[in-house]
């Protein structure tokens, strides 16, 4: 089983970026998706679940209106588009997924996303 997330990096604030997951190694589609943050000093945080045909999505207050969830079940792919970025988004993000009927869940390694001028 593999999570690997991608894209992330140094941006300004007010700026966007979109990062991956690629996952492997399980049935996918079965699963729904999240995306978790953690910062320096401060515990993880949820960001945003999406289910596994995408029929419900939800978010963390702090980042509503801004990111957007999305999977691609036939490339076994989560994304999440992140705009109008603020310092406080700065964090290591972790790709989760999970199957509650299955009682199985995995983590990513996660992707540094640094917003700084």
């Known amino acids: 089983v593999q999570l690997v997330e991608s894209g992330g990096g140094l941006v300004q604030p007010g700026g966007s970026l979109r990062l991956s997951c690629a996952a492997s190694?399980?049935?996918?589609?079965?699963?729904?998706m999240s995306w978790y943050r953690q910062a320096p000093g401060k515990e993880r945080e949820w960001v945003t679940t999406i289910s596994s045909t995408s029929g419900h999505i939800n978010y963390a207050d702090s980042v509503k209106g801004r990111f957007t969830i999305s999977r691609d079940n036939a490339k076994n792919t989560v994304y999440l588009q992140m705009n109008n970025l603020k310092p406080e988004d700065t964090a290591v993000y972790l790709c989760?997924?999970?199957?509650?009927?299955?009682?199985?869940?995995?983590w990513g390694q996660g992707t540094q996303v640094t917003v700084s001028s």
């Open positions: 190694g399980f049935r996918f589609s079965t699963y729904a």
């Open positions: 989760h997924a999970s199957n509650l009927g299955a009682g199985t869940n995995y």
